[in-house]
């Protein structure tokens, strides 16, 4: 099922919806990203990985508007962006979703879509919506049919009129993507969403993404840091791979999966087959806001 386009849809674009160019992040005297440029290209579901510590979550605060690069830029859509708000980078089609979700527990799961999609198309409704979503007027047409749409789409149509507080982890991260969606964006940023997750649940919310993505007429792309590497190789067509603050690998998940420095970033050392030692260091970075160590080779095919 398609997603029913608004009346003014996005313009299809060549060029990446996303990009960063040469953002390198400093706290303190500890360079948490240097000089990283990474690129989303429409209508693709892109892969960012790394260690613990590798420095994603601090990209994808700079992506979003939350943490300022101490240098290098961010573009969204062709527009730089580098010294945008979050709530501009929002309109100009950038999404977000968080590895805990931010819900209102005493709303509907159709309420959480029916708010996001007023927050961007009518947000001179919104207070009074928060209160009663019953609203002053009827909702529109477009945006009845945008939100059955995604509730179709994602697999929610059966608990629509269901409270979140009572939805399990899985439900509960679908509505969160059904809500950034609903914000008709150009890109999302997927932060941790199959973390927690059961096997069952975790097919079901990829094969949601995968569905997302191949309904879009405007080339949405997903662009998500997951610690789950089986299912990133599986989903995305593009892969960056950060290791202490540097993107140490980028290509397609076969060109990943033999790259040697991505090896040896997981598993902490030159040979693939040793059974010790330990993650080898960075020149010029300091390894001391790395967090816990990763499992070795847990999360490498």
């Not at 991260?173 to 059961?198: C, I, M, N, Y």
Request: with cysteine; glycine share 10%; charged share 20%.
């Amino acid at each position: 099922m398609s997603l029913v386009a608004h009346e003014s849809p996005l313009t299809p674009l060549a060029e990446p919806v996303l990009a960063t160019t040469g953002v390198t992040v400093r706290f303190g005297g500890l360079t948490a990203l240097s000089d990283v440029t990474i690129d989303v290209p429409p209508g693709t579901i892109v892969g960012l990985v790394g260690p613990n510590g590798a420095g994603k979550s601090t990209l994808f605060g700079v992506m979003s508007g939350l943490l300022r690069p101490a240098s290098g830029r961010v573009f969204i859509a062709g527009r730089d962006v580098t010294n945008q708000k979050p709530q501009i980078r929002a309109r100009l089609g950038l999404a977000r979703t968080f590895q805990h979700p931010e819900l209102f527990m005493g709303l509907t799961v159709r309420d959480h879509l029916v708010l996001a999609h007023r927050a961007h198309y009518e947000r001179r409704r919104c207070w009074s919506d928060f209160f009663s979503l019953r609203g002053v007027f009827p909702p529109p047409k477009f945006e009845t049919e945008q939100v059955d749409a995604l509730l179709e789409l994602l697999g929610l149509r059966d608990i629509a009129k269901t409270q979140v507080s009572v939805l399990p982890l899985g439900l509960t991260r679908l509505v969160e993507v059904g809500r950034a969606l609903a914000t008709h964006p150009r890109v999302v940023l997927l932060d941790e969403p199959l973390s927690g997750l059961d096997v069952r649940a975790t097919e079901k919310l990829t094969a949601a993404f995968e569905r997302v993505v191949a309904s879009s007429a405007d080339g949405l792309s997903l662009l998500m840091v997951e610690h789950d590497v089986a299912s990133v190789l599986a989903l995305s067509s593009k892969i960056f791979v950060l290791n202490f603050g540097q993107l140490i690998a980028q290509g397609t998940p076969n060109e990943i999966r033999i790259d040697q420095a991505v090896r040896d970033a997981y598993l902490g050392d030159e040979d693939p087959g040793a059974e010790g030692g330990a993650a080898p260091a960075v020149p010029g970075h300091d390894q001391t806001h790395a967090d816990e160590a990763v499992p070795r080779g847990s999360m490498l095919p």
